[in-house]
Structures are given as C-alpha cells and as structure tokens.
C-alpha cells in the first residue's frame, strides 16, 4: 500500500524540525529498555520481540552479556535483497504534548545499522522516522540522537535494524521527552558530583578555582602516563598540581595509565593498565577510590578486574543514579561544547523526584572558544554552577557521596596559577595534545545529532523510503 500524503507531510515536518531542539531528557519510557524482565515463559525479554522480513533471515538471542546485564543479540545469515532484521519494542503512549524526543541506545556489531523511532498516529496512520545511521562498532557505543516529531502522536515505539549479513547487540534502550514542563517540583534535594577526566590544564585553569569559590571539589581522574612526561606540561597537570588539588580537597582517581578502550585489550594488558595506574596515584600521595573507564567501554570481565582495585566505577551512561546505587557501574552524564544549563536543570529536576537522586556530570577540557565537542567555555562553566546553586543541591565528591573518604579539612589557600602561559589551553597542534592516543576525546562523544547542516533534506528521502516500506509491512 503506498503512504499517504499525510504520512508523507508528516515525515517532512518531522525531519525539517529534528535536531532544531537542543533540550535534554527528563523520563525513560521504553519499557523493559534494560531487557532485564522476562517475559511470561522465561525464554526472551518482556515487552520486546525479534522479527526478519523480506530477503532477510536472522537468529534471535536474550544474552546475558549486555552494555549492563542483559541484552538482545541478532545474527543475519543471509541477505539477498530488501528486507531486515530487527528487535523492537511494545508500543508506548506518547507524552501528548512533547514533540521533542531523545533516542538512544547501547550497540555494538560488525555491519552498519538503523536505529528508528515508529510514530503512530489516529485512525491507524503511522510513520517511520530514521533517528540514526549507525556504523559498526566492535565495542559498546551509544547512538543517541534528538528530534521532533508532529502534534498529534499516539503511540511510539523504537527499533534498531540491520540488513546486511553480521550481528548486533543493543541494550539500554530509551526515547524520553525533551519537554520539562510536566515535570514538576520534586520533594528531595538532589546531589551533583563534578568529575574531570583526563587531567588537562585547562580544567585545573579555568574550572576548578571556580567550584573553590564556591565551596565545592571536584572527582579528577587521571591518565596517569601524563604527569612529569616530558613535554606534556603545556597541556596536562603535573604532581606538584595533583598535590595542590588534594590540600585544597579535591579527590584524585584513576583513568588508567594510557586510556585505552579497555574492551580491546587482553585481561593481562587490562590489568596493567588499572594496577600500574592505581601505583602511580599512591606514589604521588593519592588515595584512589575509583575508576573513571575510558570512553565508558567496559565488559562483565573488566568491572570484575576493577572491583578488586577500586571501590566505584564510573561509567558514560547518561543518566540518573538512583538508590540503592551500583558503584561498579555509576552513571556519567557527558557535558561538552553543545550541553546547555537547561539541560542540567532537567536533570536535577530528575533528580529531586528520587529520593537519593544522584547527577554526575563528566566534563574533559575548556577554552574560551572552544575547537572541539569535549570543551566547554567559562561561561557555560558558570552557568552549571548556577543552575545547580538554584537548586540548593548538594555537591559532593564521588568518593565522598558513597561515604569512602572522610572529611577533608583544607591545609592551604588555593595557589596562583601554576604552569601555563595563559588561561586558554594550547591549540590541539601542540606537542602535548597531538601525543594523546588517537581518538581518544572523540571517543567520549555521543553521535552527531539529526538533522544538522543540510542534511535534513537527504534524511527526508531516507524517512520517506522507510514510510514506504512501512507501508507494505510493520511487523507486531
């Protein structure tokens, strides 16, 4: 059956609009996202079934090796033509008046895939919507992505496709509203923790003095090859600073030694890298608590590892920690050059709503014109803090939230600048920076969002190609 020129208009408005909104997520809806429940018999995953259709055969698996318990697997076997493969969820109420959505999910495979938001509408019309192209990605990665959609959406319901012959691995799963305005004053003070990964200098510049005036530390995790390596100074701290952090109460952990996507090492080389990093912090005077995991990549094996060094873990999954809290997988909200303060005040708005309600924000680096997605700019430094100051949250180390380290008195005054030739960090061609392991930045980012650019005119064509084999078959 051919689409309608409302499924069509629908389609136009939807892609012409997606990414327009920059407003972050208040509430998960998919339900069972995490593929924890069971379904009624135990053999698969409550509220979500695998199908394949067209030229397309697939095998379908509940694993229990997920991004974070368990998770969906399938494999294509053959591919002959049109059709695909998919896991996809039970349909789910719109919020009525939200027509801006985030789409995300944790994936891993070895062929490209589509992640899709299906949008149903009144007397049985409905539309596919492309939320994002995906590449093969051999660790866990999140593809996560805004857009809006029309007034009027009755039911949405995810799925994560694959055509080509290879695997995929989803898990995670959530589309949550952009729109805030439903969500109300909440009975409970929120916390925020402040983690700094990396240890760039710029960080210590131009932020950390400005959680000090404020009363407020901060959780540094550091690659620890950096400090006192020649050459590395115009852009890392060095341990005359990391013991500047400790007087003035900062906590200082653990990012391992080279920051490596861990997943791709053997348990031997994991090993190196998170023993010989925690030796590296104690012979500089620190008590390292933790582990932030490089690009938030992580396996059942790794958290294992890590739980004999460490007492916590702090992951990229951006979300909320919620009691009773999981320390060897915290969430790690990324806040970077596009992050906004409205977007933090939805997550304490979150936050307030849970007793115990925990936001762990991640940042890297800073500069007043920021070259790069994992900078913020002073500015939008301080216009966290206010947020959260008008909340009367209460900021508090990572460590000291989970009650592991005691108080902290401050045995000096915050000292004057040490090391660097100006508040703004060197240019990324310096010596220093271009000596990172490849990608290693990059790697902390989500995927770019819908509909940037000009390229909301070829998503139009995409969307209008899945309307049309939406059409011939929806599979329920």
């Known amino acids: 059956m051919a689409p309608t020129l409302r499924t069509l208009a629908v389609l136009a408005f939807a892609w012409l609009l997606a990414g327009l909104s920059a407003r972050p997520a208040?509430?998960?809806?998919?339900?069972?996202?995490?593929?924890?429940?069971?379904?009624?018999?135990?053999?698969?995953?409550?509220?979500?079934?695998?199908?394949?259709?067209?030229?397309?055969?697939?095998?379908?698996?509940?694993?229990?090796?997920?991004?974070?318990?368990?998770?969906?697997?399938l494999q294509v076997v053959s591919s002959q033509g049109e059709g695909d493969a998919r896991w996809f969820g039970t349909d789910f109420e719109a919020d009525g008046t939200d027509?801006?959505?985030?789409?995300?999910?944790?994936?891993?495979?070895?062929?490209?895939?589509?992640?899709?938001?299906?949008?149903?509408?009144?007397?049985?019309?409905?539309?596919?919507?492309?939320?994002?192209?995906?590449?093969?990605?051999?660790?866990?990665?999140?593809?996560?992505?805004?857009?809006?959609?029309?007034?009027?959406?009755?039911?949405?319901?995810?799925?994560?496709?694959?055509?080509?012959?290879?695997?995929?691995?989803?898990?995670?799963?959530?589309?949550?509203?952009?729109?805030?305005?439903?969500?109300?004053?909440?009975?409970?003070?929120?916390?925020?923790?402040?983690?700094?990964?990396?240890?760039?200098?710029?960080?210590?510049?131009?932020?950390?003095?400005?959680?000090?005036?404020r009363g407020w530390k901060a959780t540094h995790f550091l690659i620890t090859d950096y400090p006192e390596k020649p050459g590395y100074q115009s852009d890392f701290i060095t341990v005359k600073q990391i013991h500047s952090l400790l007087d003035r109460c900062h906590e200082v952990a653990s990012h391992t030694v080279t920051h490596p996507d861990l997943a791709t090492l053997t348990p031997d080389q994991v090993q190196v890298e998170l023993a010989k990093s925690l030796d590296s912090?104690?012979?500089?005077?620190?008590?390292?608590?933790?582990?932030?995991?490089?690009?938030?990549?992580?396996?059942?094996?790794?958290?294992?590892?890590?739980?004999?060094?460490y007492a916590y873990v702090r992951t990229m999954n951006p979300d909320l920690n919620k009691p009773p809290y999981q320390p060897l997988a915290l969430n790690g909200h990324v806040m970077g050059r596009d992050s906004t303060a409205y977007e933090l005040e939805l997550l304490l708005r979150r936050a307030e709503h849970v007793d115990g309600g925990w936001v762990i924000l991640v940042l890297h680096r800073a500069s007043n014109?920021?070259?790069?997605?994992?900078?913020?700019?002073?500015?939008?430094?301080?216009?966290?803090?206010?947020?959260?100051?008008?909340?009367?949250?209460?900021?508090?180390?990572?460590?000291?939230?989970?009650?592991?380290?005691?108080?902290?008195t401050e045995v000096v005054a915050p000292p004057p600048i040490i090391g660097d030739k100006s508040l703004d960090p060197p240019e990324p061609a310096t010596k220093a920076t271009a000596a990172i392991i490849p990608g290693a930045d990059a790697g902390c980012q989500s995927l770019p969002r819908s509909g940037s650019g000009g390229a909301w005119w070829f998503g139009w064509l995409a969307a209008a190609g899945l309307a049309v084999l939406g059409h011939r078959r929806r599979t329920s």
């Open 99 to 213: 027509i801006h959505y985030r789409v995300s999910d944790w994936y891993r495979s070895d062929v490209p895939s589509e992640l899709i938001l299906w949008v149903g509408f009144a007397e049985g019309e409905y539309a596919y919507l492309p939320v994002a192209s995906l590449p093969a990605a051999a660790t866990w990665t999140l593809a996560q992505a805004d857009l809006t959609i029309p007034p009027g959406a009755l039911s949405l319901q995810v799925l994560h496709t694959v055509h080509d012959i290879g695997y995929l691995e989803i898990d995670d799963v959530a589309c949550e509203g952009l729109d805030g305005s439903a969500l109300g004053p909440g009975a409970y003070q929120a916390t925020v923790s402040f983690t700094f990964d990396d240890g760039w200098l710029s960080t210590y510049n131009m932020l950390t003095p400005q959680l000090d005036q």
């Open 26 to 73: 208040y509430a998960a809806k998919v339900p069972n996202g995490d593929f924890e429940t069971p379904n009624a018999d135990g053999t698969g995953p409550e509220d979500w079934k695998p199908s394949f259709w067209g030229l397309v055969t697939a095998e379908f698996e509940w694993t229990t090796t997920g991004h974070a318990g368990r998770g969906a697997r």
């Open 281 to 309: 912090l104690k012979s500089w005077g620190v008590t390292p608590y933790g582990l932030a995991l490089p690009f938030g990549s992580t396996t059942p094996a790794i958290t294992e590892q890590a739980g004999k060094l």
């Open 369 to 408: 014109t920021p070259p790069g997605e994992d900078y913020v700019t002073m500015k939008q430094f301080k216009s966290f803090l206010e947020v959260v100051a008008s909340h009367n949250a209460k900021v508090e180390t990572i460590a000291q939230h989970l009650g592991l380290a005691a108080t902290c």
